[in-house]
């Protein structure tokens, strides 16, 4: 069994910064891609970052320049720095890890339980 516990969120004024963490745990063979969502009220689920086991990002454009990802492979953890914050950036954030099954080789994607980011105009 895989578990994603996200933290980080909160409430902040425009302008603002947080920085989410996500950290992988229970039976983990090999970590792929990993990244983060986000969906508001009303809306898709959306990419907003995405990081590989080598370190390419790829970002939305909505928060390039603003937001930065990065790992631990060490602790098998995502961050995601997002700076000057906007209230169109409030969201439920959610984490994603592509994670190797052991016996099929294949790579299956794991979701965190998301965490709520407001942020106040």
């Known amino acids: 069994q895989v578990h994603l516990v996200e933290s980080g969120g909160g409430f902040v004024q425009a302008g603002g910064s947080l920085r989410l963490s996500c950290a992988a745990s229970g039976s983990i063979f090999s970590i792929g891609a990993m990244g983060w969502y986000r969906q508001a009220p009303g809306k898709q689920r959306e990419l907003v970052a995405t990081?590989?086991?080598?370190?390419?990002?790829n970002y939305a454009a909505s928060v390039k320049g603003r937001f930065a990802i990065s790992r631990d492979n060490a602790k098998n953890t995502v961050y995601l720095q997002m700076n000057n914050l906007k209230p169109e950036d409030t969201a439920v954030y959610y984490c994603?890890?592509?994670?190797?099954?052991?016996?099929?080789?294949?790579?299956?994607?794991?979701w965190g339980q998301g965490t709520q980011v407001t942020v106040s105009s």
């Open positions: 994603n890890a592509a994670l190797r099954d052991r016996a099929t080789w294949e790579f299956v994607n794991y």
């Open positions: 990081i590989t086991s080598g370190g390419i990002t």
